[in-house]
């Protein structure tokens, strides 16, 4: 399927026109959760969607009369936000819910939010927790299509969705594409959704990072792990760095920052070794001077903002495609 020639026309008006193709699943949990068919689904839907983003006035009716909860149990400024905005240029009646301000403060449990929030009857919930599985245990309890928006150290698909539809961007393929993942793959949702995308569409993972932040579960993926960075960057055709994650971890893992970035930190010289268009990526935050030179994240090779302005427009597709999934609407 040729990405960048798109025929898929989002429908505006007309809710008896919705294409015939969607995707499968209720929920979106993992990335286990689609086919291969249905992520390039998604991303083809993605590029529809960029397009209502760049008009003067960025709005369609297609999810109007739909209610979304964004239930968000962690900090976060990206995916909290381009799913507000993705909502929004949806026409969903969205509704924010975050840790301070809920009765989640008051000791009320997931579960028993989840059923409040039921009885009013959202469409959808888009979840942020810091426990893995935790959007596992509210599609088992609720009617509402539920979105994994990052669940501890699990899973956050749409981070994954969003980095293939930049890298399809840059180099219109990922198929033999070679990607370094370097960083805390230990306790990184991001790591671990993008591997298993990168894998189901042909790419050639490699993993890199000190041996305390290895999980010894790589092997499971059948992808490459090394603990040089020099030699993970080698002619790498995307780079994609991620934050140590000082807030999950329990105990030491790296001696000191300073020496984490001596010996793991992308600097110029170490991005000299990638091929010369290589795209450096990050999910964001970046924590500069510890995984990443500021030289380098603001560099030309740098795409980290574009990743967050595809974010809009690939939640706008999950959105759409999971309000039609399984039935017609
Ligand atoms: N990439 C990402 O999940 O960023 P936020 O934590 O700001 O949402």
Redesign the pocket.
């Known amino acids: 399927m040729d990405y960048s020639t798109s025929s898929h026309q989002v429908v505006e008006s007309n809710d008896s026109a919705m294409p015939v193709k969607t995707i499968q699943a209720r929920h979106l949990l993992s990335i286990n959760d689609l086919s291969v068919d249905e992520i390039m689904l998604i991303l083809e839907t993605a590029e529809a969607m960029k397009e209502i983003g760049s008009r003067a006035i960025k709005k369609v009716p297609t999810l109007r009369g739909k209610t979304i909860v964004n239930l968000f149990y962690?900090?976060?400024?990206?995916?909290?936000t381009s799913f507000e905005i993705a909502e929004k240029r949806l026409s969903a009646d969205t509704l924010n819910i975050s840790t301070v301000g809920s009765s989640v403060t008051k000791g009320e449990t997931l579960i028993d939010t989840a059923r409040n929030l039921e009885a009013m009857a959202p469409d959808m919930i888009i979840l942020?927790h810091p426990s893995s599985g935790a959007c596992h245990q509210l599609a088992r309890v609720c009617r509402a299509r539920i979105v994994n928006?990052?669940d501890g150290m699990h899973e956050?698909p749409t981070?994954a969705l969003l980095d293939a539809f930049t890298i399809l961007a840059h180099h219109g393929r990922i198929k033999g594409l070679k990607v370094a993942i370097i960083g805390d793959l230990l306790h990184s949702r991001?790591a671990r959704s993008n591997l298993l995308l990168l894998k189901l569409l042909g790419a050639e993972v490699c993993l890199c990072g000190p041996p305390t932040l290895i999980p010894p579960s790589v092997s499971d993926f059948g992808v490459r792990s090394t603990t040089s960075i020099e030699d993970a960057v080698t002619d790498a055709d995307v780079i994609m760095m991620l934050r140590i994650q000082k807030e999950r971890m329990r105990g030491h893992f790296v001696s000191s920052l300073r020496e984490y970035f001596n010996v793991f930190g992308l600097t110029s010289a170490r991005v000299e070794r990638a091929k010369s268009n290589v795209i450096i990526m990050h999910?964001?935050?970046i924590n500069r001077g510890v995984e990443i030179a500021s030289e380098v994240a603001d560099g030309t090779r740098s795409v980290m903002l574009e990743q967050v302005s595809n974010g809009v427009a690939v939640r706008m597709a999950v959105l759409y495609l999971l309000a039609g999934s399984g039935e017609t609407i």
Request: no cysteine.
């Open positions: 962690e900090p976060s400024t990206r995916t909290r942020r928006a990052g956050h981070q991001v999910p964001g935050p």
